[in-house]
């Protein structure tokens, strides 16, 4: 095979190869511009030219992407907020929603008696509480750094209906998250009907649970939503969570007494 000649001017450490092979600082270049040492750019950077029309130079803040080998760059607008190393920074965000609910506490099923809660209760766990799931809400996800924070927030519509309309009844319940199976965050309500006939004995509001949870180990968690009926002044009242009682009253629906649960990860930036 015949070796490549190259014309070389020794004072700019320039060479050309009669393949069209342009080289600054070596003499074996490997492509059409082999550029070895630093480099000062005083003007736009074009991208996508031809012989006949001038590269693209892209806008102000955008950044240059490779399409792959072959393919010309192109410019693209990132939405990349600046973190200085030692800063914690949102890396992910889960979103779930739930119009299903827990109607299995209603009427003529007894509260469960348990009044405390405390962080590491299994939630299979029958002698710390009867706990049911809003199935919906389940959300998994990998903790890459040991230094995170862990957002929970948690929202959904409460009902309860009295056995008579202008009698005045109340349920205690509450609502926890749990991670891998083992309790978290937990945060205890009462709701009472109201005493007024042309609601029905209907009454309904919005729960609301926020905490935050830090340093969670790495692997793969598992989060949960799941609630539980603690006492009860009648029997009879009916019960539900993220979910309207019945669908012949005008006064609520599944929509507007929706689950959502949100779970922010936010992690350490070491670098």
């Not at 002044?233 to 949100?262: D, M």
Request: overall charge positive; glycine content about 8%; hydrophobic content about 35%.
């Amino acid at each position: 095979m015949e070796k490549n000649k190259h014309k070389c001017i020794a004072g700019l450490f320039i060479c050309i190869s009669l393949n069209a092979q342009v080289g600054i600082k070596t003499t074996s270049p490997n492509s059409v511009l082999d550029v070895n040492g630093i480099t000062s750019l005083r003007k736009e950077l074009r991208s996508g030219g031809t012989s006949s029309q001038k590269g693209n130079a892209g806008l102000n803040g955008q950044v240059l992407v490779s399409q792959g080998e072959g393919l010309p760059p192109v410019w693209k607008s990132l939405n990349v907020s600046y973190v200085e190393e030692g800063q914690y920074k949102l890396t992910n965000t889960y979103l779930s929603s739930d119009q299903v609910g827990i109607t299995s506490l209603s009427a003529g099923v007894a509260a469960d008696g348990f009044y405390s809660s405390n962080i590491g209760d299994d939630i299979t766990d029958i002698t710390k509480g009867k706990w049911i799931k809003i199935a919906a809400l389940e959300n998994n996800f990998v903790i890459k750094n040991n230094k995170n924070k862990l957002n929970y927030q948690f929202q959904t519509g409460i009902e309860i209906k009295a056995p008579s309309a202008t009698s005045t009844q109340y349920i205690t319940f509450t609502c926890a998250v749990f991670r891998n199976g083992k309790l978290v965050a937990v945060r205890p309500d009462k709701i009472s009907s109201n005493n007024n006939s042309s609601k029905q004995g209907l009454q309904d509001y919005i729960f609301t649970l926020n905490y935050m949870e830090q340093n969670v180990s790495t692997g793969n968690q598992k989060v949960e939503v799941a609630c539980r009926k603690i006492d009860s002044s009648n029997l009879n009242s009916e019960f539900t969570i993220g979910k309207n009682i019945s669908n012949t009253n005008t006064n609520s629906n599944a929509f507007t007494l929706e689950s959502v649960f949100k779970v922010d990860i936010i992690e350490f930036i070491p670098y």
